[in-house]
């Protein structure tokens, strides 16, 4: 079964950083393309980033050269570092991957920016 942990959420400061990371387990993560999403209150859930298994990496445009995708295959494990950070941000940050076994959302990490 597919598990996938999301944390590093938290209140941050405009312009601050964040670092967000999701544990996978139950998969060969490396064969998996992956993603992170956001869901703003009120919202529907939007891609942020994406990475696929050979490292080739997208952004939604608004991120472009602020937020950084990145996989570590040996741990298993998603990373977003978010810089720059902007009150626009502010949301749910989910990852899941590409493929029908990523079927559910986990909890999420919040990241709530604001002065």
């Known amino acids: 079964q597919v598990q996938l942990v999301e944390s590093g959420g938290g209140l941050v400061q405009p312009g601050g950083s964040l670092r967000l990371s999701c544990a996978a387990s139950?998969?060969?993560?490396?064969?998996?393309?992956m993603a992170w999403y956001r869901q703003a209150p009120g919202e529907e859930r939007d891609l942020v980033a994406g990475?696929?298994?050979?490292?080739?990496?997208h952004y939604e445009d608004s991120v472009k050269g602020r937020f950084t995708i990145s996989r570590d295959n040996a741990k298993k494990t998603l990373s977003l570092q978010m810089n720059s950070l902007k009150p626009a941000y502010t949301a749910v940050y989910s990852c899941t991957g590409v493929g029908p076994r990523f079927a559910s959302w986990g909890q999420g990490t919040q990241v709530t920016v604001s002065s």
């Open positions: 990475i696929e298994a050979d490292g080739s990496t």
């Open positions: 139950g998969i060969i993560f490396s064969l998996y393309d």
